[in-house]
DNA sequence: GCATGTGAATTACTTCACAGCT
DNA sequence: AGCTGTGAAGTAATTCACATGC
């Protein structure tokens, strides 16, 4: 496959193709283009995808059932081994194959199951309290749902999701639109 | 507040923050900062957001319920007003006030709610013939779970989500680290 | 005196365009 | 001939730094 039906299959140009691939490495042939299964696992081996990543689900809430419910995680190379919240009647519920834990056993549980990323998937107010757990247990990567900025030590990664966010870039933009009617 | 207190909340600078609001007027004061009440009241304005915005959800499935379960666009100035899919066992089924409807009725349904905003999340599979109707109806975004490029008219806006990517950042960057250690 | 708003300087990203390999 | 990989050119975004107004 060439860089140019790639980019006509995603949101991209064949040049950024060629320029973000480069960046890691000379992965076509000149005249020939890619190829495709070669390219996707050299990109998995690159992505940390070649492996299985342990991850626990803080907050048993509407987003936090979302994720769990939407199952695509597994499919790809992420297994979710625990889910904790700090509700006593959401603790002990059963979510696909796994009891709902107290976050007061998050250090000891996160250790014992070599969890590395946590998806964090609470409250705001509730933020501070749970980090302190999350960094004592070294956890090295954080996918966050609170809409605010985490203080983390450097060594951990943190990635912000804000799926209203979206949406209120999509109302901008009509907007916009509207007034230039 | 300052800048600089909205850069401490926010994962951004403060120059920033004065960069992107001085891109649609002057609202702080020298010397004082931002008066929160009234910037949060015109940014809604540009935003868009001092309205309601009419939604249908398009695909009853695990993302589409997830996001209904949600619920946190109501709260925000969207409604979902109505739920399209294809699979005969999910029509007719009572999600959240909603009945669940053929995606054959989109035009009509679509057109007689004044549907503007779809979030589409279906099947990469599904995403040519259910863009049919979109088109026809008038939409005017998408919010996109389908991990496809869509092919709109230029009057749609469309914004894609995509979760995986997020988790795929994350160990990515836990790679990276493994590697340099 | 303090913090904005903004040109200027810097840094980052994208596109161009083509030499060079298949 | 076809398509990559990549310097060079061109855009865009971010940061600096300070004159200006509260």
Tied chains: 1, 2.
Excluded: C, H
């Amino acid at each position: 496959m060439s860089s140019e039906e790639m980019s006509g299959r995603s949101a991209t140009t064949a040049a950024q193709v060629r320029k973000d691939l480069s960046l890691f490495g000379s992965f076509g042939k000149r005249g020939l283009g890619y190829d495709v299964a070669d390219l996707s696992e050299r990109l998995k081996k690159i992505l940390g995808l070649d492996r299985r990543w342990r991850v626990a689900l803080v907050g048993a809430g509407r987003i936090g059932s979302a994720l769990v419910e939407y199952g695509g995680f597994a499919e790809r190379s992420y297994d979710v081994v625990a889910i904790f919240d700090s509700d006593p009647s959401k603790v002990g519920e059963r979510w696909g194959g796994l009891r709902v834990r107290d976050i007061s056993q998050f250090v000891s549980v996160a250790k014992d199951q070599g969890v590395e990323i946590v998806i964090l998937a609470i409250p705001v107010e509730a933020v501070p309290s749970v980090m302190e757990y999350v960094e004592e247990a070294g956890v090295r990567g954080i996918l966050n749902f609170a809409p605010t900025k985490l203080k983390v030590p450097e060594r951990v990664a943190v990635k912000d999701v804000n799926m209203v966010m979206e949406l209120e870039a999509l109302s901008f933009a009509l907007s916009q639109e509207d007034e230039e009617a």
